[in-house]
C-alpha cells in the first residue's frame, strides 16, 4: 500500500488549495479514505471522511462548509478542496486508508499572510 499526497504549499488567508493523494497497492474503489492533520503541537486530528463511492462524506466542525473531500476512482485519487483558508488551518496533512494503519508522508499547508 503507498499514498502519495501532492498539493500543499503556502497560502494567504482566505485562500484556496486542493490536496491529492495518489493511492496504490489495493483496490482504492473497495475502501474508505480519511483525511487527517497535524498542527505543530497538537494531535493528529481526523478533517474529512469519504466512502468507499462516495456516496457518504463526513467534517470536522472546524472545516464544514469551507474544505471538500472527493474521489476519483478511475485515477486512484482522493482529493481535498479547501476553500477560505484560516492561519488555524495550518497543519501537515495526510491522507489514509480507513481500514488499516496506512499513512502517506504527508504534505504542508502553510495558511500566512
Known amino acids: 500500500v503507498q499514498l502519495v499526497e501532492s498539493g500543499g504549499g503556502l497560502v494567504q488567508p482566505g485562500g484556496s488549495l486542493r490536496l491529492s493523494c495518489l493511492a496504490s497497492g489495493f483496490t482504492f474503489s473497495r475502501y474508505a479514505m480519511n483525511w487527517y492533520r497535524q498542527a505543530p503541537g497538537k494531535e493528529r486530528e481526523l478533517v474529512a471522511s469519504?466512502?468507499?463511492?462516495?456516496?457518504?462524506?463526513s467534517y470536522a466542525d472546524s472545516v464544514r462548509g469551507r474544505f471538500t473531500i472527493s474521489r476519483d476512482n478511475a485515477k486512484n485519487t482522493l482529493y481535498l478542496q479547501m476553500n477560505s483558508l484560516k492561519p488555524e488551518d495550518t497543519a501537515v496533512y495526510y491522507c489514509?486508508?480507513?481500514?488499516?494503519?496506512?499513512w502517506g508522508q504527508g504534505t504542508q499547508v502553510t495558511v500566512s499572510s
Open positions: 489514509k486508508r480507513k481500514t488499516g494503519d496506512y
Open positions: 469519504i466512502g468507499a463511492i462516495a456516496s457518504s462524506t
